[in-house]
């Protein structure tokens, strides 16, 4: 990860309509397109933890791969049921549509980012941006998204969690509450029965990832619906999700980074690529 450090970051509160706002970390890598994508990005933390920051790695390999990216703190835990954090972050991309050109450019084509539980949130702002109609998402990238509160998959077994006290079931409680059956789309897109439509998809999961088999799926099914995706699944042992919510502290940085970091990487620079300008025709008939 030794490219890390030439990428900047600044902390801001964008506001959001009502009055109300959002911390927010920006991430810009040393040079990039005058057109850069703006990427909102939304950490791991399985509906309950993390903080602004938690989110650094996969914010600095994306802005690493050209884009600006906004990182959100949303609203979690048992005080914020759905869809109160997927409400916030709505709002926080019609701001970011508003501040395009300052962020920016006005030229910019936005996307949603996330892992885990954010990848939930991400895939839940593309089937709104297409259901409401506000604001032209350009793509979306899911990174082992936890889609579907079943928790009934062959990869949560291997990584023996899948009962009723691991974080998983106590997120899906916290932001579910007495909706725990979780049929609504927009809070479990797993179950979503319509998909045609949405933004073009990039979908990663690793080896051992316990989200690897919903991710698939998703995959599956986002092609069985004729959106444009792109799938990958990277090399193991990763740790995801709990690896990706780590700081990056300087000693790291010296060491060889694990397998899945420079291929997270390279997906991620290929996937942007295609929606610079130069880059032609963003998606090719399948």
């Given at each position: 990860?030794?490219a890390?450090p ?15 706002s ?24 399985s ?11 996969v ?22 049921l ?12 019609a ?74 079931a106590?997120?899906?409680?916290a932001?579910?509450?007495?909706c ?11 179950c979503a ?94």
């Open positions: 990860m030794d890390l030439l990428t900047s970051c600044r902390d801001e509160t964008l506001p959001l309509p009502g009055g109300a959002l911390p927010v970390r920006i991430y810009q890598g040393a040079t990039r397109h005058e057109a850069a994508p703006l990427v909102l990005h939304l950490h791991a933390g509906f309950t933890r993390g903080e602004l920051g938690s989110g650094e790695q914010a600095r390999l994306l802005a690493e791969a050209g884009a600006v990216v906004v990182d959100a703190d949303y609203p979690k835990g048992p005080g914020h759905f869809p109160a954090a997927l409400k916030a972050l709505d709002a926080l991309l701001s970011l549509y508003q501040r395009r050109s300052r962020l920016a450019s006005r030229h910019s084509p936005v996307l949603v980012a996330g892992e885990e539980a954010g990848g939930n949130l991400a895939a839940a702002l593309a089937l709104m941006a297409r259901d409401q109609g506000h604001g032209q998402l350009a793509g979306q990238i899911l990174i082992g998204p936890m889609l579907n509160p079943c928790l009934a998959t062959a990869s949560l077994r291997d990584a023996e969690t899948a009962d009723a006290s691991c974080r998983w106590q997120g899906w409680r932001y579910l509450g007495e725990e059956g979780g049929d609504h789309p927009y809070a479990a897109p797993a029965s319509r998909l045609s439509g949405v933004a073009p998809a990039l979908v990663i999961s690793t080896e051992d990832d316990p989200m690897r088999d919903e991710s698939l799926a998703y995959a599956r099914a986002l092609k069985r619906a004729g959106v444009a995706v792109e799938q990958a699944l990277l090399p193991g042992p990763s740790g995801w999700p709990e690896v990706l919510m780590k700081p990056l502290a300087a000693s790291a940085l010296l060491l060889p980074p694990p397998a899945w970091v420079p291929a997270l990487r390279q997906r991620l620079a290929e996937f942007l690529s295609r929606f610079l300008p130069a880059a032609g025709p963003r998606w090719q008939p399948a």
